[in-house]
């Protein structure tokens, strides 16, 4: 009896073995010039390792709750251009958008915009959406602090009135013309 139990697991280690190994995806790696085929982890340790949506998924879920419901109401892309704009360009770049390509301004009227066109209990993806929303204001608005009520913010300009000798002195300075002295050339004995 107990021979006969030690054949049978020794009939079942190559089945299991073969089981396993189809059981695992098979990837492509490329390292240096040359492509390779590796078998990556077991589907299931690996599912049962991921302990929820990681965060790129959970943007991807917002995103599309948010087009969903942008496009259950059309007219809204119209009248909330800022959200319109910001879950375009969250579509296109992902959050590289939010963290980088959407500016400031735009990220803080379309958060206000998003809380009016989502009253009451929003989903999970669009809580989400809305965490990274503001996260990302807060953290950018941050860096850029700029104070709204002065003139001299970066990207304004100013302008005052100039006499036309200053401008013609300026404009030699802004075209790199000096003036020559006493017929020397500068830099030259």
């Known amino acids: 009896m107990a021979s006969r139990k030690s ?5 079942t280690r190559p089945v299991t073995w073969v089981r396993d190994l189809l059981q695992r995806p098979v990837k492509m790696e490329l390292r240096g010039a040359q492509v390779h085929v590796v078998l990556g982890e077991r589907a299931d ?3 049962s390792a991921s302990k929820g949506p990681s965060a790129g998924e959970a943007l991807r879920r917002g995103h599309g709750e948010l087009h969903a ?3 259950r109401h059309p007219e809204t892309r119209d009248l909330m251009r800022h959200l319109a704009y910001t879950e ?3 579509g296109r770049f992902g959050s590289r958008a939010i963290k980088r390509e959407i500016p400031v301004p735009v990220l803080v009227k379309a958060l206000e915009q ?3 066109l989502v009253e009451g209990a929003p989903t999970e993806g669009l809580s989400y959406l809305r965490a990274r929303l503001a996260e990302a204001v807060e953290t950018r608005g941050r860096a850029t602090q700029v104070d709204e009520d002065t003139e001299t913010r970066p990207g304004s300009l ?3 009135e100039a006499s036309h000798s200053l401008f013609d002195e300026m404009e030699r300075s802004w075209t790199g013309q000096i003036p020559l002295e006493n017929g020397k050339v500068p830099g030259r004995g």
């Open 45 to 47: 340790r690996a599912a």
């Open 7 to 11: 054949d049978s697991s020794a009939l």
């Open 69 to 71: 419901l942008l496009r």
């Open 88 to 90: 375009a360009e969250i």
């Open 158 to 160: 100013e302008v005052m």
């Open 114 to 116: 998003f809380d009016r």
